[in-house]
């Protein structure tokens, strides 16, 4: 869509409003609200200057000018305004010289897919994300210099089986580990996923499905493949969908990794293929009917897969998900059927469907950031030929101790893969699409939340410790 369509649409829709949003190196959503008389021709190409001191991890306040160039392309009907408003995505590019700001996310997914057609191996990459997340009634959390403490509740949720509610306590809830496919009454929010599904497929987003998942109070929606830096466009209307129906239906969204003990953790595997020419490149006559190309990228992204978690598993959160000996995919290994490990390849009829899927990722992840060095490691992985090993086909939940000590792992802590990627990430900056500078101002970014968790007394500490 050009500029002059978006104008003329603005005016034959009676478009009040214009939503310019934006990421941040979080990968939270930021926004900035523009009434409909200001936006013209030369305010679409031109962009929209703004504060970029504001931003955490961005510029400093004497430098701190930067300028949003807004992708008519994306433009939808925000569902949630009052006041008829058109939301756009951008990205962020220097105001002096109109070259992409290294730091900004969405500017680095670009900056990957144009990397992809410089360097010959193809011409587009498709990205199927799966996010999951919780749904809660309640949430409550405290974090001062004498109380630390969280609690969670929903009415639905398995804790709740003997609870003396006001209407009574129907009794049909999901046990632990047992929300994975059950009918309504069990899984009570199939009209809520319902509508969220309605919603993305009504402001023109690709969908196919929802169902609750294994965990209690959690929950997964579909998105239909698309090309990179539109798919990650898509999670983030995704994620702002899920949050904005949930507060409506009174009832709370998170897409922490591990919102609660003992139950699953919340993932978001990450399906990717790679074309050329209007072929997969991934079909083959090798193993699981991969090609060559398919298996080094599989290969890169195992070598490269502690110093991924930074971006990939972004949280200190994300650690709790990934610990040894449960379902999350914490080895470094891959398999054409065994889900336990951190790459699989899905079972494909079609040559066309045939992809790779990255298991260890999880929602709290920058999209733009998590697809970006995903590619980047899977064709560091073509380049340089790197040799995934052989499949892993057994059960590696049952193998014995010995033998699972020989598969190497992801990172344990969010400390770890900081500390991962502060000494590997050469084959992020191929082409300039990280830069050293933008690589140092996120790790000091995640280091202050690590810090701050590092620092902080935990209430088990208390029942282990306090009377030692």
Known sequence: MSAQDLVKRIADEDIQYVDVRFTDPRGKLQHVTVINDEVDVDFLEGGFMFDGSSIAGWKSIDESDMKLIIDCDSAYLDPFYAEKTLAVHCHVVEPDTGETYERCP???AMRAEEYLI??????TSFW????????????????????????????????????EFEMGNMGHRPGVKGGYFPVNPTDAS?????EMLSTMKNIGMKVDKHHHEVASCQHELGLVFGTMTKQADELQKYKYIVHNV??????????????????????????MSIWKDGKPLF????????????????????KHAKSLNA???????????LIPGFEAPVLRAYSASNRSGCVRIPWAESPKAKRVEARFPDPAANPYLCFAALLMAGLDGIKNKIDPGPASDKDLYDLPAEELAGI??????????????????????????????QIEGYIELKEEENTMYEHTPHPVEFQMYYSC
């Open 408 to 437: 190497p792992t992801v990172c344990g802590s969010l400390r770890e893969a900081l500390e991962e990627l502060r000494g590997s990430h050469a084959y992020l900056t191929e082409g300039g699409v990280f830069t050293e500078s």
């Open 283 to 302: 079909a083959g006559d090798k193993y699981a009917d991969l090609s060559d190309e398919a298996l080094f990228f599989i290969g890169g992204i195992l």
């Open 106 to 108: 969405r500017s680095t």
């Open 190 to 194: 199939h009209d809520l996923r319902g």
């Open 311 to 321: 971006f990939t598993n972004p949280s200190t959160n994300s650690y709790k998900r």
């Open 128 to 163: 199927g994300p799966e996010a999951e997340f919780f749904l809660f009634d309640d949430v409550r959390y405290s974090n001062s210099m004498n109380k630390v403490s969280y609690e969670v509740d929903a009415a639905d949720a398995s804790w709740n089986t003997d609870t």
């Open 118 to 123: 410089a360097s010959g191996i193809g011409d």
């Open 246 to 271: 949930a507060h409506a239906y009174g009832k709370s969204a998170t897409f922490m990794p591990k919102p609660i003990y003992g139950d699953n953790g919340t993932g978001m595997h990450v399906n």
